[in-house]
Each structure stands twice: as C-alpha cells, then as structure tokens.
C-alpha cells in the first residue's frame, strides 16, 4: 500500500497524464463535521471502456508496457474500503475518468493526508502542459488553484514551470493556501 494519501493522488494524477488529458481536476475534502475524508481526480483523457473499468482493480491489469501489473487503483479501493470509505471510478471512452475515494476520518487505518503541496507541485512541474486545478476544502472554508492563473502571471510562459524557483513558489503558495483552512 501507498504510505499516505497524497501518494495516491500523485499515482491517480498520474495516470490521467498517460491517458493524454489535457485539463486534470483534484480535489480534497476533510470535513471533520462529517468525518470524511475525500479525494478525487478528474480528467478530460482518452476514457475506459466499460470492460476495462470492471477489471481496472485487478492488480494484473494495467495499460503499461513497462509492467504487467498495476497496484495504484486496487491499493486505493482497498485502502478506502477497509477505512469505511468507498471508492467510485466513473470513465467514457473520448471524454475522461474521474477516480473517487472516501474515508472515515475517525477510522484508525486512514492514511495521513501527507504532503499534497509536494504531490501537486510535482504533478505540475512533470507536465506543464496540463491544465492543473487543486481544489482543497475543510469545515473552515475552500481554496482553488488554478494553473491558468499562474500562467497568465508568467506571460503564458510554460517553461518556466519547471524550473527550480517557479517550483519553490508552487510549493509555497500550495502549502500557504492549504494552511490557511486549518
């Protein structure tokens, strides 16, 4: 199993760069009020047919060439599952997938949230062509990132996305924006 659950959204991101999206949403939620714990990731990608989205938790499934097996999405599943959570994975082929999971906060085996800024600068600075929107919401309010912003700032000058002192800055203002709802 991943160690915490921005290891998850990282491993679910990632799959939605290799379906070839080019707008990807993720979004968390800690409602200590409803003692949930959520996170999903939407895409815009090449989709699953309906045959693949009932094998795609099967550990010996998976579209790489590299490997002939795929452990992200059946870690997560069961990872959600055993915490009192649930896990949805919803795909058409031509429009996108959004991956879905849910735990109980109050559930011992709930992994830690981990480092989400890290996770998402990553995701960003790996492919920044993507169009990236963060969403993190708690009981005391909601913050958005949104890359096209960013973008905007830097002249339209994508480039500049990966480079080390743009990168620092992705992770300082994720990391700001999330603590400020704490």
Same mark, same amino acid.
Request: aromatic share 8%.
């Given at each position: 199993?991943?160690?915490?659950?921005?290891?998850?959204?990282?491993?679910?991101?990632?799959?939605?760069?290799?379906?070839?999206?080019?707008?990807?949403?993720?979004?968390?939620?800690?409602?200590?009020?409803?003692?949930?714990?959520?996170?999903?990731? %939407?895409?815009?990608? &090449?989709?699953? @047919?309906?045959?693949?989205?009932?094998? /795609?938790?099967?550990?010996? +499934? !998976? #579209?790489? =060439?590299?490997?002939?097996?795929?452990?992200?999405?059946?870690?997560?599943?069961? %990872?959600?599952?055993? &915490?009192?959570? @649930?896990?949805?994975?919803?795909?058409? /082929?031509?429009?996108?997938? +959004? !991956? #879905?999971? =849910?735990?109980?906060?109050?559930?011992?085996?709930?992994?830690?949230?981990?480092?989400?800024?890290?996770?998402?600068?990553?995701?960003?600075?790996?492919?920044?062509?993507?169009?990236?929107?963060?969403?993190?919401?708690?009981?005391?309010?909601?913050?958005?990132?949104?890359?096209?912003?960013?973008?905007?700032?830097?002249?339209?000058?994508?480039?500049?996305?990966?480079?080390?002192?743009?990168?620092?800055?992705?992770?300082?203002?994720?990391?700001?924006?999330?603590?400020?709802?704490?």
């Amino acid at each position: 199993m991943l160690e915490d659950l921005s290891a998850h959204v990282l491993d679910i991101a990632e799959n939605s760069v290799r379906a070839k999206s080019t707008e990807v949403f993720v979004t968390v939620e800690e409602k200590k009020s409803r003692n949930l714990l959520l996170f999903s990731v %939407s895409d815009n990608g &090449c989709g699953m @047919t309906e045959d693949f989205i009932k094998k /795609v938790t099967d550990p010996f +499934t !998976t #579209t790489r =060439t590299t490997r002939k097996v795929g452990m992200g999405l059946p870690f997560l599943k069961q %990872s959600a599952e055993l &915490c009192d959570g @649930t896990f949805l994975l919803r795909s058409e /082929v031509g429009v996108g997938t +959004t !991956t #879905t999971a =849910t735990f109980a906060l109050n559930n011992i085996d709930t992994p830690p949230m981990g480092n989400i800024a890290d996770s998402v600068m990553t995701l960003i600075m790996g492919s920044p062509d993507i169009h990236w929107v963060y969403i993190h919401k708690t009981d005391n309010g909601e913050f958005k990132f949104d890359l096209d912003e960013v973008v905007e700032a830097l002249d339209g000058d994508k480039s500049l996305l990966v480079t080390p002192d743009v990168g620092l800055w992705l992770q300082n203002t994720l990391e700001e924006g999330i603590k400020e709802l704490y």
